[in-house]
T-cell receptor, first 113, second 113 residues
Framework: NAGVTQTPKFQVLKTGQSMTLQCAQDMNHNSMYWYRQDPGMGLRLIYYSASEGTTDKGEVPNGYNVSRLNKREFSLRLESAAPSQTSVYFC????????????FGQGTRLTVV | GNSVTQMEGPVTLSEEAFLTINCTYTATGYPSLFWYVQYPGEGLQLLLKATKADDKGSNKGFEATYRKETTSFHLEKGSVQVSDSAVYFCALTQYSSASKIIFGSGTRLSIRP
């Protein structure tokens, strides 16, 4: 039972490089999310997707783009990485409905030098 | 808008001590409330939840009661163990097409043997 799978687990980028973080879920959930977690800052929502074909900005969308490729996959792209984007990134998914829980991936630890 | 405020950490306790982590929320209507736990190096996982006023969520000896009159959802455990050392997040969702999850800032708990 895979749940939410994120790749890669670790990545080091140079300033200005681009990369895409991949996320896939096998629970047939409609909603998917990307969060970043910084020390002492908790989780901040970057983008979310309520259903296939829709995406919306969260609290901290600047410097990121997303694609909801299909119901299973939701990718996060950094077009030109900056040191301020050094963080741990989590993908999550959930079903719509009252009281439904979110399921999280293991995270991607990204360092931009 | 919706928000969650939880007590700042870190919290350090001795094994078998009583634990309370405070959480209050601001939301319109009737949100669902959650506690998630993050063990070192892992993603978040659901600890417990409550979907309506006066509901009590419980799991692994932890409990929290949905108090609408005080807009609170405090986490309690009668006797903590070293294995409870983790970061705890209070969260809410409003039922809607997006079901966006709003997290508190997290509380780091360390238990001394």
């Amino acid at each position: 039972n895979a749940g939410v799978t994120q790749t890669p687990k670790f990545q080091v980028l140079k300033t200005g490089q681009s990369m895409t973080l991949q996320c896939a879920q096998d629970m047939n959930h409609n909603s998917m999310y990307w969060y970043r977690q910084d020390p002492g800052m908790g989780l901040r929502l970057i983008y979310y997707s309520a259903s296939e074909g829709t995406t919306d900005k969260g609290e901290v969308p600047n410097g990121y783009n997303v694609s909801r490729l299909n119901k299973r996959e939701f990718s996060l792209r950094l077009e030109s990485a900056a040191p301020s984007q050094t963080s741990v990134y989590f993908c999550a998914s959930s079903e719509r409905g009252r009281g439904t829980e979110a399921f999280f991936g293991q995270g991607t630890r990204l360092t931009v030098v | 808008g919706n928000s969650v405020t939880q007590m700042e950490g870190p919290v350090t306790l001795s094994e078998e001590a009583f634990l309370t982590i405070n959480c209050t929320y601001t939301a319109t209507g009737y949100p669902s409330l959650f506690w998630y736990v993050q063990y070192p190096g892992e993603g978040l996982q659901l600890l417990l939840k409550a979907t309506k006023a006066d509901d009590k969520g419980s799991n692994k000896g932890f409990e929290a009661t949905y108090r609408k009159e005080t807009t609170s959802f405090h986490l309690e455990k009668g006797s903590v163990q070293v294995s409870d050392s983790a970061v705890y997040f209070c969260a809410l969702t409003q039922y809607s097409s997006a079901s966006k999850i709003i997290f508190g800032s997290g509380t780091r708990l360390s238990i001394r043997p």
